[in-house]
């Protein structure tokens, strides 16, 4: 059973704070490792992706990566109250071969930036 | 380009009646998913389909089946809807790592 855990919060911020979200996952396989933002009454939309060990930046968000811990995280800098959303740890990982892949989610942290 | 659309947006249904969701994308890719959206279970896939004319189980397959219409329309159908099936489906689709999600359909089953 491939499992993704976060933090469920709320995890609340002050505008202009960093936000720190976390995400451990189960299958020792995974390769690639997504950040999706959903807001309330939204569909999931993609922040950021990330396949190697270490940083990725773009923009105010950084991706962190340890494959050897199972552990990704996203960090979001200067946090707006726009950032107020759910945010969901996605793993994808092969699936019944034939180049299929299956993500699997975790269950979201909502994150809440007050002004 | 419109990207994944989904109709209806919202069903209120009897318990015992069908319905078919349905879904297309114009982005020419050849994955297309089902999910189901739950409070406190996050998004959990019901079925998804790599290509044309494959359609294979998720995590939760029972009580719904799909149809591979073509490469664009991929669609969700409850045979006999339960209140267990009341949710939020969010249709998807993907042509490697990224999957692309339509605006959801909230389905009530009374």
């Known amino acids: 059973q491939k499992e993704v855990e976060q933090n469920s919060g709320p995890l609340s911020v002050p505008e202009g704070a960093i936000a720190s979200l976390n995400c451990t996952y189960s299958d020792r396989g995974s390769q690639s490792f997504f950040w999706y933002r959903q807001y309330s009454g939204k569909s999931p939309e993609l922040i950021m992706f990330i396949y190697s060990n270490g940083d990725k930046e773009d923009g105010r968000f950084t991706a962190q990566l340890n494959k050897a811990s199972q552990y990704v995280s996203l960090l979001i800098r200067d946090s707006q109250p726009s950032d107020s959303a759910t945010y969901l740890c996605a793993v994808n990982t092969p699936y019944s071969g034939a180049g299929s892949y299956q993500l699997t989610f975790g269950k979201g942290t909502k994150l809440s930036v007050i002004p | 380009n419109a990207g994944v659309t989904q109709t209806p947006k919202f069903q209120v249904l009897k318990t015992g009646q069908s319905m078919t969701l349905q879904c297309a994308q114009d982005?020419?890719?050849?994955?297309m998913y089902w999910y189901r959206q739950d409070p406190g279970m996050g998004l959990r896939l019901i079925y998804y389909s790599a290509s044309e004319g494959t359609t294979d189980k998720g995590e939760v397959p029972n009580g719904y089946n799909v149809s591979r219409l073509n490469k664009r329309e991929f669609s969700l159908r409850l045979e006999s809807a339960a209140p267990s099936q009341t949710s939020v489906y969010f249709c998807?689709?993907?042509?490697?790592?990224?999957?692309?999600f339509g605006p959801g359909t909230r389905l009530t089953v009374l």
């Open positions: 998807a689709s993907s042509d490697g790592d990224e999957q692309f």
């Open positions: 982005m020419n890719h050849n994955s």
